[in-house]
């Protein structure tokens, strides 16, 4: 199979190394290999017998026409040249696209093979019960419970669920203070009882474990105290119920529940913060015959640090220790999207039961930092000046200025009582210029600027300030 690699001065040695063993011609068409054109790329067809191209994952122009005229594929290459060296040896084994970029698209492909072993694998997974079509033990993987705390003082709690499910949680737990009534836990899942996905009630108040399970099928937190008030209820509703120590050992209150009659019991050892005794809670989770359940927010939740990597080795720990059900919630401000975190996470788990490591699974919670660095050739220039201070004064387009913030997904920019809304900086930024309402080049690139810093908040979960630093 004879390829032809079009590329730019400036990537010519990445892309010569990266052919080296394959029966591949190397083009150099100009300085930057994106800017190649049909045209170009015509004559250099023309020149050779070729059974492939492969372009520059990063060039502007369309190729469908050209690849019309020679009935040659021409198909898209990785966005960076270093990355060429990585994609080469599976073309016998994969179609690259003619419209992604070959790096966009193989992580696609490999995410959506791994997305396709994780439901294989749940398919054929033995379990211990099934809570609403949902499996919780056995060789199932591991169950996201995401807890809504006060849900009796939510306002919107039916969209406060449905996000929760939509981010990939498998269970919704309602959390329920001392200051709810059982007509308030009625109310609550009043307003939610058609949604046929597994709910959880969180409290220790009897007269509201009552009041739940006519809905709930599962209740948080089962203990001593309450085992004899509303055990025998919990159990004549066929709820599910998740049993933790107090004064009395784990051991002794599963006996109590099971007494009462409860036959589907998920054993909580419970999970100490860090500095409060999580090491040794950790031994307390022992080889148990009952689903283990695994509070990974109790931890997350009270240290300061970036949620994203501590749900990833929360989440390995809780493997290692073959819990059943991992404890989320988004209580605080840095927490957000920590639901969504820990199901990628619990997924990374599921792929990696018969790997020695969570690494190269086709999916990953890498956000911030690269996985690889890439190494691309210098940028060349004979002369070089220094960049001058832009002064403090600015002068106004004589448009007007824009007001520029985020609303859910999207970025919003304002002018005289109009608005644009756009999921993309450069979609936003584009129709402004269609408008006309911008005149100067600096307030432009002032434009620009604080688009892309709206996104990164909305990427990354952080708040955006107009003029402030990201």
Same mark, same amino acid.
Not at 449 to 459: G, H, N, P
């Given at each position: 199979?004879?390829i032809l690699?079009?590329?730019?001065?400036?990537?010519e040695?990445v892309?010569r190394?990266?052919?080296k063993?394959f029966?591949?011609?190397?083009?150099?068409?100009g300085? /930057?290999?994106?800017?190649?054109?049909?045209?170009q790329l015509?004559?250099l067809?023309?020149?050779g017998?070729?059974?492939?191209?492969?372009?520059s994952g990063?060039c502007?122009?369309?190729?469908?026409?050209?690849?019309?005229e020679?009935g040659i594929?021409i198909?898209r290459g990785?966005?960076?040249?270093?990355?060429l060296?990585?994609v080469?040896p599976l073309?016998?084994?994969i179609?690259l696209?003619r419209t992604?970029?070959a790096?966009?698209?193989?992580?696609?492909k #490999?995410?959506e093979e791994?997305?396709g072993?994780?439901e294989?694998?749940?398919?054929e997974a033995?379990?211990?019960?099934? /809570?609403r079509?949902i499996k919780i033990?056995?060789a199932?993987?591991?169950?996201?419970?995401?807890?809504?705390m006060?849900?009796? #003082?939510?306002? =919107?709690?039916?969209? =406060?669920v449905?996000?929760?499910? +939509?981010?990939g949680?498998?269970?919704v737990d309602?959390?329920?203070?001392?200051?709810?009534?059982?007509?308030?836990?009625k109310?609550?899942?009043?307003?939610?009882?058609d949604?046929?996905?597994?709910? %959880? %009630?969180?409290?220790?108040?009897?007269?509201?474990?009552r009041?739940a399970?006519g809905?709930a099928?599962?209740i948080?937190?089962l203990?001593?105290?309450?085992?004899?008030?509303?055990?025998?209820e919990?159990?004549r509703?066929?709820a %599910? +119920?998740?049993?933790v120590?107090?004064?009395?050992t784990l051991d002794?209150?599963?006996?109590?529940a099971?007494?009462?009659?409860?036959t589907c019991i998920?054993?909580?050892?419970l999970?100490q913060?860090?500095?409060?005794?999580?090491?040794a809670s950790?031994k307390?989770?022992?080889?148990?015959?009952?689903?283990?359940?695994?509070?990974?927010?109790?931890?997350v939740?009270?240290?300061? %640090?970036d949620s994203i990597?501590?749900?990833a080795?929360?989440?390995g720990?809780?493997?290692?220790?073959?819990a059943s059900?991992?404890?989320s919630?988004?209580?605080?401000d840095k927490?957000?999207?920590?639901?969504?975190?820990?199901?990628?996470?619990t997924?990374?788990?599921a792929?990696?039961?018969h790997?020695?490591?969570p690494?190269?699974?086709?999916?990953?919670?890498?956000?911030i930092?690269?996985?690889?660095r890439?190494r691309?050739?210098p940028?060349?220039?004979?002369t070089?000046a #220094?960049?001058?201070?832009?002064?403090d004064?600015?002068?106004?387009d004589?448009?007007g200025n824009?007001r /520029?913030g985020?609303?859910?997904d999207?970025?919003?920019?304002?002018?005289?009582?109009?608005a644009?809304r756009?999921?993309?900086?450069q979609?936003?930024?584009y129709?402004?210029?269609?408008?006309?309402?911008v005149?100067l080049l600096?307030h432009?690139a002032y434009l620009g600027?604080?688009?892309?810093?709206?996104?990164?908040?909305?990427?990354y979960g952080?708040?955006?300030?107009q =003029?402030g630093?990201?």
């Open positions: 199979m004879r690699l079009p590329t730019g001065s400036a990537t040695a892309v190394s990266a052919a063993g029966d591949a011609d190397v083009a150099v068409t300085e /930057i290999a994106s800017f190649l054109t049909p045209h015509h004559m067809i023309n020149k017998n070729y059974d492939m191209v492969i372009v990063m502007t122009a369309l190729f469908a026409q050209v690849e019309r020679t594929p198909y990785p966005r960076h040249a270093a990355d060296a990585l080469l073309l016998g084994t179609t696209s992604v970029p790096d966009e698209f193989l992580a696609a #490999r995410a791994a997305y072993k994780i294989q694998l749940e398919r033995a379990f211990d019960y099934l /809570i079509g033990g056995g199932s993987r591991m169950k996201v419970l995401a807890e809504i006060d849900a009796h #003082r939510r306002e =919107d709690i039916r969209g =406060d449905e996000r929760f499910f +939509a981010q949680a498998d269970i309602l959390g329920f203070g001392f200051d709810a009534t059982p007509d308030d836990v109310r609550v899942f009043g307003a939610i009882g949604i046929d996905r597994p709910l %959880a %009630a969180d409290t220790q108040d009897p007269a509201l474990i009041a399970i809905r099928d599962i948080l937190s203990q001593s105290q309450n085992i004899p008030l509303a055990g025998a919990v159990a509703a066929g %599910a +119920a998740v049993v120590p107090d004064d009395h002794h209150n599963i006996a109590l099971r007494k009462a009659g409860i998920i054993a909580d050892p999970l913060p860090a500095g409060s005794g999580l090491t950790l307390r989770f022992k080889k148990s015959p009952y689903p283990l359940f695994f509070g990974a927010g109790n931890v939740e009270l240290l300061d %640090a990597g501590m749900n080795v929360l989440a720990i809780a493997m290692e220790l073959n059900v991992i404890f919630s988004e209580h605080s927490t957000q999207g920590s639901v969504r975190e820990m199901r990628r996470a997924d990374m788990m792929l990696a039961c790997r020695p490591y690494k190269d699974l086709g999916i990953d919670l890498l956000t930092k690269e996985k690889r890439r691309e050739p940028v060349e220039y004979a070089v #220094r960049a001058k201070p832009m002064p004064e600015i002068e106004y004589p448009k824009f /520029i985020i609303e859910g999207t970025v919003v920019a304002a002018i005289n009582g109009r644009i756009g999921i993309r900086w979609d936003v930024f129709t402004i210029l269609k408008n006309g309402d005149t600096d432009a600027r604080e688009l892309y810093k709206a996104e990164l908040a909305i990427r952080r708040s955006f300030e =003029d630093e990201f």
